[in-house]
């Protein structure tokens, strides 16, 4: 369970990294969006999940940690598929808000559920472990979200990213709830 949660996790990082190194491209290169507004959506995106963190939370601690994260990479699939077609910078923007909330909020309830997962006195090595995974699956997501853009353009990028979502979603969806 702690390896499959680990690649999900990994696959939500990448997807994460991608996001954050693309966002801005599209915003800038695709949209004409100044530096301004691409500060106005980073910001945004960071106060989603500032916002959207404890309640996740808190209700993770009440309902199940799976549920949470279930419903939070689903809602983050829709949203960056929402965002390869969004034709403004407003919609786009706020679809990068409400992106934050929903991917952000997941992080912390995938970290509880990893510790429910082992013993208290290897949570440091758990952690690591699924730090050690997101950033093992970060790795190459740069080159290849650049290859991506540089032959079939910067919309395809958030089709790749949508994906690896995707892929996260589909393996949390078969993983035990740590509560069961």
Known sequence: ELLG???MSGFRAAAQVGLLMFVPLYL???LEAGPMMTGV???LMQLGGVLSSPVAGA?????????IVVGGLALSTLVIAFLAIAGNQIL???GIAFLGFVLYGVRPVVH???????????GGTVISLVFGTQSLFS???PVISGMVADLFGLQRVFWLL??????????????KDSRN
């Open 92 to 94: 786009f923007v706020s």
């Open 112 to 122: 509880s559920w990893a510790l429910d997962l082992t013993s208290k006195t290897i």
């Open 41 to 43: 959506g980073f910001s």
């Open 28 to 30: 800038t290169d695709v």
């Open 59 to 67: 209700w993770s601690d009440r309902i199940g940690r799976r549920p």
């Open 162 to 175: 949508a994906g690896l979502i995707l892929v996260s979603n589909l393996i949390a969806f078969f993983l």
């Open 5 to 7: 949660l680990s690649m």
């Open 139 to 141: 790795i190459g997501i």
